[in-house]
């Protein structure tokens, strides 16, 4: 079945540490993928987003790349701040026949130390 | 108000208790969601309307009841819950039901089943 697989948390970095979360997909078709953000105490809101294979993704200095032979979606960031400390979902949705449902992986919590 | 507002942030209720959760958005979309938030599981979709019409219902045990009287409001009346549906509850909205429609989360509500 169609599922997202994020790798396990929780990560500790350093202030100005280089960060990767792995996201991997299953899904049929051409899938969209997201990437969500929860700070404590919010609802999530979206990152960044990938409609199509080798779109890349960027905001606040993050990135993810849809790449499509590997079904991945990593997250990355080159310099991390401690107001990066939250939770990150990798999701997807993709419009084939009769689901337009976002799939959603379970989360990473990234806690950034000074 | 902006965005997506949802009340009472935090609620404690007995398993014979009716209470309902109420969600709010002001970004003129057509869709709204509501989700389960568990820890350590991947965000469970619960129900979807579109257009005020039910499109959506993923096998939501019928002590949770949704109702969608306008575009802007959507509420989740709960009755004899169990203890294991204490979760946060997010409600979301959407432009449309489409998959490369972004999701626009509220802050939640915390639920405590005793």
């Known amino acids: 079945g169609n599922s997202v697989t994020q790798m396990e948390g929780p990560v500790t970095l350093s202030e100005e540490a280089f960060l990767t979360i792995n996201c991997t997909y299953t899904?049929?078709?051409?899938?969209?993928l997201f990437w969500y953000v929860q700070y404590p105490g919010e609802g999530l809101q979206l990152l960044l987003k990938a409609t199509k294979a080798d779109d890349k993704g960027s905001n606040k200095g993050f990135e993810a790349t849809y790449r499509k032979e590997t079904t991945s979606f990593h997250l990355e960031k080159g310099s991390v701040q401690v107001s990066d400390s939250a939770v990150y979902f990798c999701a997807f949705s993709y419009s084939g026949a009769g689901s337009y449902q976002l799939t959603f992986g379970k989360g990473t919590k990234l806690s950034v130390i000074p | 108000e902006t965005g997506v507002t949802q009340t009472p942030r935090h609620l404690v209720m007995g398993m014979t208790n009716k209470k309902s959760l109420k969600c709010e958005q002001h970004l003129g979309h057509n869709a709204m969601y509501w989700y389960k938030q568990s820890a350590k599981k991947p965000l469970e979709l619960m129900f979807v309307?579109?257009?005020?019409?039910?499109?959506e219902n993923n096998s939501v045990p019928s002590r949770f009841s949704p109702e969608c009287p306008n575009s802007s409001h959507l509420f989740l009346h709960l009755h004899t819950l169990q203890p294991e549906d204490s979760a946060l509850y997010l409600c979301a909205s959407s432009q449309d039901r489409g998959a490369y429609n972004e999701q626009f989360f509220g802050p939640g509500t915390r639920l405590t089943v005793l």
């Open positions: 899904a049929t078709g051409y899938p969209s």
């Open positions: 309307y579109s257009l005020e019409e039910r499109v």
